[in-house]
């Protein structure tokens, strides 16, 4: 058994125990790939991680910054309370008709505002909004412009809001300097700006799994 294969084992197993077999996320998953959107969603122990992440934090507004096919809005979107609320920007219309079917499927329609654009555009339309400070950011987009999407998540979020930055690893491509590739860049600058900045304090933590060889930042907003 290869390494990876040995990931994928573990992950069953973690699955099988600790997120066990939900229809409306499987429905969400299948119809996802019949409308051949890209197979990077999150895996089931990753979502799962995202909804207790916003359950312990008590968050009742949520910004998430890639939608796909809503695989991860849907476990964000059950850690609200009734009267909660998740923004959540998708750059591809069809992939946001998609989405927007498995959220309403769900039950979460209510709760699940589905914007479509590109977010650079979408993130200042919703500045000028002024909606109350987003409790939790979940940043899982274009990656080169992940510097930019952590700017925007410290201007609407407060102190002690939690910011999430996924695959920052890059199969651990992050680690080189020398990449001219977009990807990695923005993930370094994004990281970089983390650890100088004033008002963030984070840390990024390796993982691996049905995604290989990955990772996540989290960070919290200071005062």
């Given at each position: 058994?290869?390494?990876?294969?040995l990931?994928d084992?573990?992950?069953?197993?973690?699955?099988?125990?600790?997120?066990?077999?939900?229809?409306?996320?499987d429905?969400?998953?299948?119809?996802?790939?019949?409308?051949?959107?890209?197979?990077i969603?999150?895996?089931?122990?990753?979502?799962?991680?995202?909804?207790?992440?916003?359950?312990?934090?008590g968050a009742?507004t949520?910004?998430e910054?890639?939608?796909l096919?809503?695989?991860?809005?849907i476990w964000l979107?059950?850690?609200?309370?009734?009267d909660?609320?998740l923004?959540?920007l998708?750059y591809?219309p069809?992939h946001?008709?998609?989405?927007?079917?498995?959220?309403?499927?769900?039950?979460?329609d209510?709760?699940?505002d589905v914007r479509v654009?590109?977010?650079?555009?979408s993130l200042?339309r919703l500045?000028?909004?002024?909606?109350?400070?987003?409790d939790?950011v979940?940043?899982?987009?274009d990656?080169?412009n992940?510097?930019?999407y952590?700017e925007w998540?410290?201007r609407?979020t407060?102190?002690?809001s939690?910011?999430?930055?996924?695959?920052?690893?890059r199969g651990?491509?992050?680690?080189?300097?020398?990449?001219t590739a977009?990807?990695?860049?923005?993930?370094?600058t994004?990281?970089?700006?983390?650890?100088?900045?004033p008002?963030?304090?984070g840390t990024?933590?390796?993982?691996?799994?049905?995604?290989?060889?990955?990772?996540?930042?989290?960070?919290?907003v200071l005062a």
């Open positions: 058994m290869s390494e990876s294969q990931w084992v573990v992950d069953d197993y973690f699955t099988t125990h600790l997120a066990p077999d939900d229809e409306v996320l429905a969400a998953l299948r119809d996802s790939e019949a409308a051949e959107l890209p197979q969603a999150v895996t089931a122990p990753q979502g799962k991680l995202l909804q207790l992440l916003a359950q312990i934090h009742r949520i910004l910054i890639g939608t096919g809503g695989y991860s809005t979107a059950r850690a609200l309370p009734a909660g609320r923004v959540t998708e591809s069809r946001a008709e998609v989405a927007s079917r498995n959220i309403a499927r769900a039950g979460l209510k709760l699940v654009g590109a977010a650079l555009e200042p500045a000028d909004e002024n909606p109350a400070p987003f939790l979940f940043i899982d987009a990656k080169g992940n510097p930019h952590v998540a410290l609407l407060r102190e002690g939690l910011i999430i930055v996924d695959n920052v690893v651990g491509r992050v680690a080189d300097a020398d990449s977009p990807d990695v860049q923005g993930t370094r994004a990281l970089e700006l983390i650890g100088k900045h008002r963030l304090d990024a933590i390796q993982t691996v799994g049905g995604k290989g060889y990955d990772g996540f930042a989290l960070v919290r």
